[in-house]
């Protein structure tokens, strides 16, 4: 039998660094990466386009089938293409990243996610960052990781972002916004943000990237190819 591609998982809340951490060790790696709440953005930002009532699953469910989604990558950073259209920027706001969330409570469309998230499993290896890649999609994977940071941390993190981009938001506007999601997430029946037994628990509060992803690779056994 042959060997399973190696999957590295990486879950957490929102804004506890997944992003940044995990396409800087897939770069290091040379693996691919998955970002699978662009997908579930990306869901979103379709449904939204289409005027679609959020109180119909049905009508969801079927968006998420139709909904195609193409990542590329484009000087370091990735460029998403939501039904052929480029969505990088609609998928950032935080208005998609709590549609998205919202979404993601619907069984049938996390069932319809599945798969497709799967089919990014190829040689040499993945990166997959998310909420359940360690619990649900990929309960193999060799090695997982739950990053996590204080609520105030992550809040100040986006804050300093947004501030960057010359988008004006308040703190505890950040941090309430930050709170209510995640508790969404780690409460719904299917699939709740929650580390796999198996998983490493990394507090990523008052570390720099370079130090989170150092201490992610080092948990990564060395492959002998
Ligand atoms: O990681 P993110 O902020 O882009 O994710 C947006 C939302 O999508 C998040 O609030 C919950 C949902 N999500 C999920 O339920 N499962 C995943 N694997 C990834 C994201």
Redesign the pocket.
């Known amino acids: 039998m042959s060997t399973p591609v190696p999957v590295l998982t990486i879950?957490g809340?929102?804004?506890a660094g997944?992003?940044t951490v995990s396409r800087f060790v897939a770069s290091r790696l040379g693996w691919h990466y998955l970002?699978?709440?662009?997908?579930?953005?990306a869901v979103?930002v379709a449904a939204s386009w289409a005027d679609l009532d959020l109180s119909d699953p049905a009508a969801l469910v079927r968006c998420t089938f139709d909904t195609e989604v193409r990542f590329e990558e484009d000087g370091g950073s990735l460029r998403v293409f939501v039904n052929g259209t480029d969505a990088t920027e609609e998928?950032r706001l935080e208005t998609?990243?709590?549609l998205?969330?919202a979404?993601?409570?619907i069984p049938e469309v996390?069932a319809a996610?599945k798969e497709r998230?799967r089919a990014y499993r190829l040689p040499p290896g993945l990166v997959?960052?998310?909420?359940?890649?360690g619990t649900?999609?990929f309960p193999d994977a060799p090695t997982k990781v739950f990053l996590t940071a204080s609520a105030e941390e992550r809040a100040r993190r986006r804050h300093n972002q947004l501030k960057e981009k010359g988008v004006s938001v308040t703190f505890d506007g950040l941090l309430r916004e930050i709170l209510s999601?995640d508790a969404?997430?780690a409460q719904?029946t299917v699939?709740p943000?929650k580390p796999a037994d198996d998983a490493v628990l990394l507090d990523t509060t008052g570390l720099s990237i370079d130090e989170v992803v150092d201490r992610v690779l080092a948990l990564v056994p060395a492959r002998a190819d």
């Open positions: 879950d809340p929102s804004g997944k992003g970002d699978s709440g662009a997908l579930y953005r979103g998928l998609t990243g709590t998205a969330s979404i993601a409570a996390r996610l998230q997959a960052d998310g909420r359940d890649m649900v999609i999601r969404r997430d719904r699939a943000l």
